[in-house]
């Protein structure tokens, strides 16, 4: 099934979603768009590049309650957040970032003890994926083709749109997507060009160039595995990193968190943070013990949970290639070059 | 745990506190639950650990102290933490009062592996403050119901000071038994002290435990297993055939925060109990 | 336009100099990064690093910010442009960094872009000087004829609303913060170890990134950098949610100024403006 609307007629239906639950949808905001939960439709801009942060907040948000109570009552009467999540909306997803989902899926939602909160959120929302525009230049940051990722990957999304002109093609690729086009009723049916379009568009995203590099997931873990210990090699390569969070917080498939208790008044809430492994605090240990004091040993944890510990753990590479974290740290530290260079050594 | 969600934890009553030692920053809290089902559902092996949950201070994960043999309650053995970095969480446990109410979530991480251990010789090597999971191994493996399941049992237990050693009832009800050889050392004794003087890995050295189908389990501040460790491989035990369990700085307990990996192992999930060999595979990054 | 050629080539030249007499173990400067607009900052420590130093329009980054990071004693050369030599200066003043160990390499600039937005940074985000303050070798013709502009200019919308205008304005700033810290990991003084956002006992704020503990986090910064921000403007290139933090440090560097007489990191004499008690300083803080 493929429909389609205008895309200065978008706020329709954004509207439609709004009414079935909760339109989460990219947003103009002063330095760039973000992916925010919907109250006005017309605010729906899709007028973007990428957002700069990732969507994973959609299922993973910053900070998520989990408990509340009062200072010093019976921990019997603290309450637990109850989520009661409507059917949520993701809006406007590029296919890089639809895939971090189904990495992040591994880790919060198949293996060992599932987060409720990740499945819970994952469960309620139709994803609608969002080809790259082919026509505008690709930011030298990106390298998803090096993960093996398309600018017009449908994979992974519910529904997956394309631009064509003036106009927004959308196409049912789940069950879940096909049923929940069929019920939008108040948008058009593509006719058989729009099909054509859309179809072409899909293959003609394998001819969007980002930055590739042919990497073999089992020689890149092997190698950073062998060189843990190249001191020398990791201190080259993070001399600039400033140790701040950026590069994970706008990653899609950085997960790490904290679990902190707030308190004001008496009332409090524990809940869980989005922390950072390029912190010196994150593996600090009550006994003043610091297995990662250097800035060259931060860095490493991260570039290796990533293409190696990730591997060994869930087999598969924790990165899509979005390019955010190039793309935003302040000292345009680049984990493309340093995996280039890692393999080199 | 709570039934749907791993980070809710159930609630507890501290039942009895010990004050283990002279310095008075050790002390056993002994917990029983508030719902009889909670209790059910909390099977734990010697080894694991859980999380003690103080609403408004956080959560500490601690090493189960108590044996699975001793029903209806669990015990925990905390010190009072944090020079550099405070605890929170156990100081404010430590300033709490039989009756006072705590949450907990667990039991969590693996365990001294029972089933490997089973028909060997066990030499349980242990030192100071990091001697309660191994007190739980051992009061395991003594039980009647287990005690035939496992050959000879050696511990080695050594701390500072005679004042500094933990559970000092059980040590002098263990030096009774004829089936268990106890071995306790400190590093300096005191006027009343009858017992040995010495650092446990030179009293290992003396006791020379034989490796023949044994199995070392150690547990200990790191200037003592860096010692103890070469007297086991002079002894010839296997990497395999040695034993501990890992510290790392740990928030969730199941795997998901991200914060305790050594290479690609939690050790929350994948530990804290590795064998020697598991760590050779492992960065050093810890 | 400066020519930034030349400048690449004398820090080059330079480099290649002090590493090869001895007389540093580590020149701070730029190199390629993965495009020609993200130069990255780099530590040369051998000759053979020196092919990889480069020097164009976006090389920004606050040079002084790594000094710390080596033992007292190394001796390193570090580049430096007008705003990154009195962050040199004030560390001095702050004696976290000594100046016989230092070699610095002045760069007089201007017309450098933000390599984000493409714009050229002037006075607005930073203080808009374009000649060193101190120097030990210029490696380039001191800039002169162009338009001065006070740093404080662009202040004079932000001074036009009202309190709670200005309240207003700071909490919706402020809301975006992400907490990622890369304001202060970015800024040369900021070198407190642990900071006090990172204690435990007492714990300043809360971890999660909401009003209270944004607020509590971003405003003790600011009041901590008092009388110490030498307007370099990296905390907010660094800044991925673009918030213009440079303002309200303006704002207080202004206050300082007009109190004191004395901005930061301009005479390696001067003591730290709120170290330093005179008899004649203003009471104004006090009204």
Not at chain 1, 213 to 233: G, R, V
Not at chain 2, 172 to 190: F, H, L, N, Q
Request: with cysteine.
């Amino acid at each position: 099934m493929l429909k389609k609307t205008a895309i200065n007629k978008i706020s329709e239906l954004a509207a439609v979603l709004m009414e079935k639950g909760t339109l989460i949808a990219p947003v103009k905001e002063v330095s760039g768009h973000n992916f925010a939960q919907i109250l006005d439709p017309q605010k729906v801009d899709l007028d973007f590049y990428n957002t700069i942060m990732s969507p994973k907040s959609a299922f993973f948000p910053h900070k998520e309650d989990f408990i509340n109570y009062k200072v010093g009552k019976p921990i019997s009467e603290a309450e637990p957040v109850v989520l009661n999540l409507k059917p949520m909306f993701l809006f406007g997803v590029r296919p890089c970032d639809v895939k971090s989902f189904q990495i992040m899926d591994i880790h919060f939602n198949a293996a060992g003890i599932i987060d409720p909160y990740w499945r819970q959120r994952r469960e309620a929302t139709t994803i609608f994926g969002y080809a790259f525009d082919l026509s505008k230049s690709v930011d030298s940051a990106d390298f998803y083709n090096t993960l093996g990722i398309y600018a017009a990957d449908p994979d992974g999304s519910d529904i997956f749109m394309v631009k064509k002109d003036n106009e927004l093609l959308l196409k049912g690729i789940t069950l879940q997507g096909k049923k929940l086009l069929s019920e939008l009723t108040t948008i058009e049916n593509g006719k058989a060009a729009d099909k054509k379009y859309f179809e072409e568009y899909i293959k003609k995203g394998r001819d969007y160039k980002t930055r590739f590099m042919c990497l073999d997931q089992e020689t890149i873990t092997k190698k950073l595995e062998d060189i843990f210990h190249n001191t020398d090699f990791w201190t080259r390569v993070s001399s600039a990193c400033l140790s701040c969070g950026v590069c994970t917080f706008v990653c899609p498939t950085c997960y790490c968190f904290d679990i902190c208790d707030d308190t004001q008044f008496g009332r409090g809430t524990r809940r869980r943070v989005w922390d950072a492994c390029m912190f010196t605090d994150f593996t600090l240990e009550a006994s003043g013990h610091n297995p990662r004091t250097q800035v060259y040993q931060r860095l490493r944890q991260k570039i290796n949970h990533k293409y190696s510990y990730h591997v060994r753990k869930y087999g598969v590479i924790s990165c899509v290639g979005c390019g955010r974290c190039t793309r935003y740290c302040p000292v345009s530290i680049d984990i493309y070059s340093i995996i280039e260079e890692a393999i080199k050594t | 745990m709570s039934a749907s969600n791993p980070y809710i934890p159930i609630p507890v009553q501290i039942s009895k506190i010990i004050n283990e030692v002279d310095t008075n920053d050790i002390k056993t809290f002994r917990f029983t639950f508030l719902n009889k089902e909670d209790e059910k559902k909390f099977k734990y092996l010697p080894g694991q650990f859980a999380e003690l949950s103080i609403y408004g201070k956080g959560e500490s994960p601690i090493g189960i102290a108590s044996s699975p043999t001793n029903s209806g309650y669990v015990e925990f053995t905390v010190q009072r933490a944090g020079t550099i970095v405070p605890g929170l969480v156990t100081s404010a446990l430590h300033d709490l009062d039989e009756g006072a109410q705590i949450g907990l979530r667990g039991p969590l991480g693996n365990s001294w592996p029972i089933e490997y251990l089973t028909k060997k010789n066990i030499v349980v090597v242990g030192g100071g403050f990091a001697f309660t999971t191994l007190r739980s191994l051992i009061n395991y493996m003594l039980h009647k119901d287990n005690r035939a399941r496992f050959g000879e049992i050696t511990v080695i237990y050594g701390a500072r000071t005679p004042g500094l050693l933990l559970y000092k009832d059980e040590l002098a009800a263990w030096e009774k038994r004829k089936d268990i050889k106890s071995i306790i050392t400190v590093d300096k004794g005191d006027e009343s002290w009858r017992g040995r003087e010495g650092f446990v890995p030179a009293v290992c050295k003396d006791v020379a435990p034989s490796p023949k189908n044994a199995v070392a389990v150690i547990c200990g501040p790191p200037i003592m297993i860096k010692f103890t460790l070469p007297v086991f491989f002079e002894l010839s035990f296997s990497q395999e055939n040695i034993l501990t369990s890992l510290e790392m700085r740990m928030k969730c307990g199941i795997g998901k925060c991200g914060r305790c990996n050594v290479g690609s192992k939690y050790v929350c999930t994948d530990g804290p109990i590795f064998s020697l060999a598991d760590l050779d595979g492992l960065p050093r990054d810890f | 336009m400066a020519d930034f050629k030349k400048i690449e080539e004398n820090l080059k030249k330079e480099a290649k100099r002090l590493l090869e007499a001895g007389e540093v173990t580590v020149v701070l400067a730029y190199s390629k990064g993965f495009d020609e607009k993200h130069p990255m900052p780099y530590a040369a420590k051998s000759v053979a690093d020196i092919k990889n130093i480069v020097f164009n329009e976006y090389c920004n980054h606050n040079m002084a910010r790594y000094l710390v990071r080596y033992p007292q004693g190394t001796k390193i050369a570090v580049a430096v442009k007008a705003a990154d030599s009195r962050a040199v200066i004030q560390l001095i003043q702050e004696e976290k960094v000594k100046r016989e160990n230092l070699v610095l390499l002045g760069i007089p600039v201007y017309g450098m872009k933000n390599s984000k937005t493409g714009e050229v940074i002037d006075s607005k985000t930073t203080s808009g000087l374009c000649n060193p303050v101190l120097y030990d070798i210029l490696l380039g013709a001191e800039v002169h004829g162009q338009k001065i502009v006070s740093p404080y200019e662009v202040l004079a919308e932000y001074e036009a609303m009202d309190k709670d205008a200005r309240w207003e304005f700071w909490k919706n700033q402020l809301d975006k913060c992400i907490r990622c810290y890369a304001c202060r990991k970015a800024c040369p003084m900021c070198y407190c170890d642990p900071c006090f956002i990172d204690q435990s006992k007492p714990r300043w704020a809360d971890k999660a990134p909401q009003s209270p503990g944004n607020m509590m986090y971003h405003l003790t910064r600011f009041h901590h950098l008092a009388g110490r921000c030498i307007d370099c403007g990296e905390c907010s290139r660094a800044c991925p949610v673009d918030i213009p933090l440079y303002l309200f440090h303006k704002k207080v560097a202004k206050e300082c100024e007009e109190m004191f007489g004395q901005a930061a990191g301009m005479k390696l004499e001067d003591k730290p403006v709120l170290v330093d008690f005179r008899v004649e300083d203003s009471d104004k803080i006090l009204e």
